[in-house]
């Protein structure tokens, strides 16, 4: 009788509670960003001369470094969530440490990306703005948010992990590396889509 009520169970589906969350917010997540690629596909065809001037304004090498980044972290958050899961602390920390230094990196390059809009006008309320670039800025700013909420955790999870407990909740790094490979994946739209997609 005692067994019955016992609530203590795994989850129907098989799947960590926290991973089943992780999901459902991408899902979300994902409705976001299809509305921006929407809107953008339809606006792009139907002022295809002014985007089509406007993106040649953007520095593609810079975003491929970027994409360069986002891959590689996504490659170093894989390898501290298989090495947390079999208690290597340091190689966990090595991995998270560089995974945190990819997001870093890819801000950077956002900064030096940014300033030279700024520099040229085109940021919002300056006399070269284009639609173009209200796409721009709100898909790339929009993303580089992302980026700044999982590093946050991030951050959180090595500090703790050089505590003397370390930190024990495989499952929650694993949700997180959930996160930061949609964040990666996200960008490997949204590159093609500004930088490569105008002949």
């Known amino acids: 009788m005692s067994a019955a009520l016992n609530l203590s169970h795994e989850p129907v589906t098989k799947i960590a509670h926290g991973k089943l969350a992780m999901w459902a917010f991408l899902a979300s997540e994902l409705m976001f960003f299809t509305g921006f690629f929407g809107t953008f596909i339809v606006l792009r065809n139907t002022?295809?001369?002014a985007f089509y001037e406007a993106?040649?304004?953007l520095a593609w090498p810079l975003a491929l470094v970027n994409t360069f980044l986002l891959i590689g972290s996504s490659l170093t958050m894989a390898l501290a969530i298989y090495n947390l899961e079999r208690k290597n602390?340091?190689?966990f920390q090595t991995f998270l440490g560089l995974t945190i230094l990819g997001g870093v990196g890819f801000l950077v390059v956002k900064?030096?990306?940014y300033s030279a809009k700024w520099h040229d006008g085109l940021f919002p309320g300056q006399e070269n703005h284009t639609l173009f670039y209200s796409f721009y800025f709100i898909m790339t700013g929009f993303?580089?948010?992302h980026v700044v909420a999982g590093m946050i955790p991030m951050i959180f999870m090595l500090v703790k992990s050089y505590t003397k407990k370390g930190y024990p909740y495989p499952v929650k790094v694993e949700a997180l590396g959930l996160y930061w490979h949609f964040v990666d994946?996200?960008?490997?739209?949204?590159f093609p889509a500004l930088?490569?997609?105008f002949p």
């Not at 994946?185 to 949204?190: D, G, R």
């Open 89 to 91: 602390n340091g190689q």
């Open 195 to 197: 930088y490569l997609i």
């Open 111 to 113: 900064y030096f990306e």
């Open 47 to 49: 002022n295809y001369q």
């Open 143 to 145: 993303h580089a948010l």
């Open 55 to 57: 993106s040649h304004h």
């Open 185 to 190: 994946l996200m960008w490997i739209f949204i």
